[in-house]
């Protein structure tokens, strides 16, 4: 089957950065991507690694490992408003794209 | 404000109904995917459409169903609910409808089943 794995809650100082780990199990994978979403809200678009390595997109960062089906999101110089739930999801080709997403890390940033 | 709307925004209904959700894509945008958040289940894929063609389907039972239209809506026909239906259920849209497109989300319609 197909399985993610993410810690379920993180917390952190505002300003400090953090890591938040994905590992993942599926046949067909093509590639991981990384959703923030606020209490109440839809998921918002982050990132998305098809390649090993780090990708930078302003104080967010995503890497992917493919030989060892892992994963993290990077977030630095962390804000209050970054406190919300975020999301790894793997695209697999299997009878077509589709996305699986883990159970959600739910981030709280505090003061 | 991704550009993606879904309507109704909150739905209350009983067991045994059956209701239609609407989602209309970001302009431009020629797939439509939907996905159903539960507490107890995440975020689960549902099913995609591109320019009118099922695409993938995923968890979706068979009391479910949805079509794209002509002009790129969608709809997503629940029927039959039970009580564990009730969840957020979320449309997004995507250029393309391929693995490296961005999906953007909809606000999500809220479905409680009584």
């Known amino acids: 089957g197909q399985s993610l794995e993410q810690p379920s809650e993180v917390t952190a100082v505002e300003g400090a950065i953090v890591q938040i780990n994905c590992t993942y199990q599926?046949?067909?994978?093509?590639?991981l991507s990384w959703y923030q979403q606020h209490d109440g809200g839809a998921p918002t678009f982050l990132s998305y690694?098809?390649?090993?390595g780090l990708e930078e997109t302003g104080r967010f960062s995503s890497f992917l490992s493919r030989s060892d089906s892992y994963g993290y999101l990077l977030l630095q110089e962390l804000q209050m408003k970054d406190s919300a739930s975020y999301f790894c999801?793997?695209?697999?080709?299997?009878?077509?794209?589709?996305?699986?997403f883990g159970a959600g890390t739910r981030l709280f940033v505090k003061a | 404000d991704s550009g993606v709307t879904q309507t109704p925004k909150h739905l209350i209904t009983a067991t045994g109904q059956r209701v239609t959700l609407r989602c209309s894509p970001r302009?431009?945008?020629?797939?439509v995917y939907w996905y159903q958040q539960s507490l107890d289940q995440g975020l689960q894929f549902l099913i995609q459409?591109?320019?009118?063609?099922?695409?993938a389907k995923g968890n979706i039972l068979e009391r479910f169903s949805a079509q794209q239209f002509p002009d790129l809506h969608s709809e997503l026909n629940l029927s039959s609910l039970e009580l564990g239906d009730s969840a957020l259920y979320f449309c997004?849209?995507?250029?393309?409808?391929?693995?490296?497109?961005?999906?953007?989300f909809g606000p999500g319609t809220r479905l409680t089943v009584l």
């Open positions: 599926t046949s067909g994978f093509y590639g």
């Open positions: 999801a793997v695209r697999v080709e299997t009878g077509g794209f589709k996305t699986i």
């Open positions: 459409y591109y320019n009118g063609e099922e695409r």
């Open positions: 302009s431009g945008d020629l797939s």
């Open positions: 997004a849209s995507s250029l393309a409808g391929v693995p490296t497109d961005t999906q953007y």
């Open positions: 690694n098809a390649l090993d």
